[in-house]
């Protein structure tokens, strides 16, 4: 069964000009992409995106970044792509991540880690329909 994932190419990856090698391996690795839009999030979208960490200690850290430059926001879908993606991503930790993931290949620290993939299928959806109404989804 093909279901969705969210995925964001982070300010880092961004200006390190590694958005095309990313969107690249994602299209390779079979996902479709079903919307895909480049905008920069103000600190307070930031905010409102990752309020689930709104108390750990990095939050403020995050927003910063998050808002610091351009990003790109995309739905994917394959099958199992939630989990699927997760493996292709790597570690949120660079240094710990698998040889041949996007963050060992791309990300330079835990803050700046290249990419964001969706944890759970519940929140694929959540994010997705941050960044996308369903018009700006293909069927």
């Not at 390779?28 to 992409?33: A, M, P, Q, W």
């Amino acid at each position: 069964m093909s279901n969705r994932t969210f995925t964001m190419i982070k300010p880092d990856a961004m200006k390190n000009g590694h958005a095309g090698a990313i969107l690249d391996r994602i299209i390779k690795e079979g996902y479709r992409v079903v919307a895909l839009k480049m905008t920069k999030l103000s600190a307070e979208k930031a905010g409102e995106f990752y309020a689930v960490h709104k108390a750990r200690p990095f939050y403020g850290e995050l927003v910063e970044f998050m808002s610091s430059g351009p990003i790109i926001a995309a739905i994917l879908e394959k099958e199992n792509a939630v989990s699927a993606f997760r493996t292709l991503i790597g570690a949120t930790d660079p240094a710990k991540a698998d040889e041949g993931t996007i963050r060992k290949l791309f990300a330079t620290s835990l803050g700046e880690n290249a990419i964001h993939g969706s944890d759970s299928d519940e929140n694929a959806a959540i994010e997705g329909a941050f960044f996308f109404s369903g018009l700006e989804e293909v069927k």
